[in-house]
């Protein structure tokens, strides 16, 4: 009998074990900059306030921005997939198929200008593009104003926020104030590097950290930094001949032609289908891209060259990317419709 009380016992201890409740998940709060990130910049008519923020997330997810109100931002910047989507090209009005991929939205406020050719220099203005595309929401801003102001709640919102109703400045400083709080630096990376946590990130992981940090790859010549982007705009030898003329579209400068702004790499695992049309779809067809030295091309970057990657040295580059999702960025809830 004693023995059956002893064996009854150890099963009991390890059956609690085994039921213990997993540790709460620490959600960044809302404007929290990540150790290691510098702070944010906010233009001087449009600092933060909670009101502005509410009333920005308000209208992100509202197809009242579209002229047949079929779609909003949300439909193209999905939360879970770090604000981007997992199709080519995103459907705008009219189920017309937009133009280039949709790229995240996390940390959109650290971008020096935007769109893939760096037409748009601030956040503020970048809502008109979308707003104007014919392959989006093909509206106007005027039109969408004069909407939002026969809404009892989105002029209660806007006087609350900006002490005025809901006119363009409104509209456009909202979106851009919720959009700079799209912050993400809580994957595992940044638990390993600037909270230092050494057993964050595997040991594959780390090999891959080291070979994409060296010469042999030249990863981080482009894609360094915090935000893993240098803002530049490349060509990396994805086509001989593109469809879409890149920077060129902006300057007509032939110097520019098939250059594309270099996009940052956090998330990059769930942020799927690659490049500016999408025409990639995993990251290990993205690393072999790189492996073979890309197409040939008058603009290609002189840092993309044959690599000569072995199976596992491409396995550990990939593992290392998968560092970079910041489960605590998709899953918050403040960010959710």
């Given at each position: 009998m004693p023995r059956l009380w002893f064996i009854g016992l150890i099963f009991l201890v390890f059956s609690c074990k085994k039921?213990?409740?997993?540790k709460p998940v620490h959600f960044p709060k809302l404007m929290e900059i990540p150790k290691g990130f510098p702070s944010m910049d906010f233009p001087s008519d449009n600092a933060f306030s909670k009101e502005r923020w509410e009333l920005g997330k308000m209208l992100f997810f509202d197809p009242v921005l579209s002229s047949d109100s079929s779609i909003s931002c949300s439909s193209c910047h999905l939360p879970e997939l770090a604000f981007s989507d997992r199709i080519t090209f995103s459907k705008g009005v009219k189920d017309r198929d937009g133009t280039r991929n949709s790229p995240s939205l996390a940390n959109i406020g650290y971008h020096p200008y935007f769109t893939r050719e760096g037409g748009v220099?601030?956040?503020?203005?970048?809502?008109?593009?979308?707003i104007q595309e014919h392959n989006e929401f093909d509206f106007n801003?005027?039109?969408?104003?004069?909407?939002?102001?026969a809404d009892s709640q989105y002029v209660k919102m806007a006087i609350d926020a900006y002490g005025r109703t809901p006119d363009p400045f409104v509209i456009t400083r909202a979106l851009a104030c919720f959009e700079r709080s799209l912050i993400s630096g809580n994957s595992p990376y940044d638990q390993y590097y600037?909270?230092?946590?050494a057993s964050a990130i595997s040991a594959s992981a780390k090999r891959g950290k080291q070979l994409f940090f060296s010469n042999k790859t030249n990863c981080s010549k482009c894609h360094d930094g915090f935000n893993f982007t240098n803002y530049a705009f490349?060509?990396?030898?994805?086509?001989?001949?593109?469809?879409?003329?890149?920077?060129?579209?902006?300057?007509?400068?032939?110097?520019?032609?098939?250059?594309?702004?270099?996009?940052?790499?956090?998330?990059?695992?769930?942020?799927?289908?690659?490049?500016?049309?999408?025409?990639?779809?995993?990251?290990?067809?993205?690393i072999e891209h790189y492996n073979l030295g890309g197409k040939q091309h008058l603009h290609k970057s002189d840092l993309i060259h044959p690599l000569g990657l072995t199976a596992d040295e491409k396995s550990d580059l990939i593992n290392?990317?998968?560092?970079?999702t910041d489960e605590t960025f998709i899953e918050n809830p403040i960010f959710k419709k």
């Open positions: 039921q213990e409740l997993p220099p601030t956040l503020e203005m970048q809502i008109l593009v979308p801003i005027v039109l969408i104003a004069e909407r939002l102001q600037y909270q230092e946590n490349e060509n990396n030898g994805l086509y001989e001949q593109y469809e879409d003329p890149g920077r060129f579209r902006l300057t007509r400068n032939p110097t520019d032609s098939a250059l594309f702004k270099v996009p940052s790499l956090r998330n990059i695992a769930i942020t799927g289908p690659y490049m500016h049309d999408g025409s990639i779809q995993t990251l290990e067809e993205v290392f990317l998968k560092t970079l």
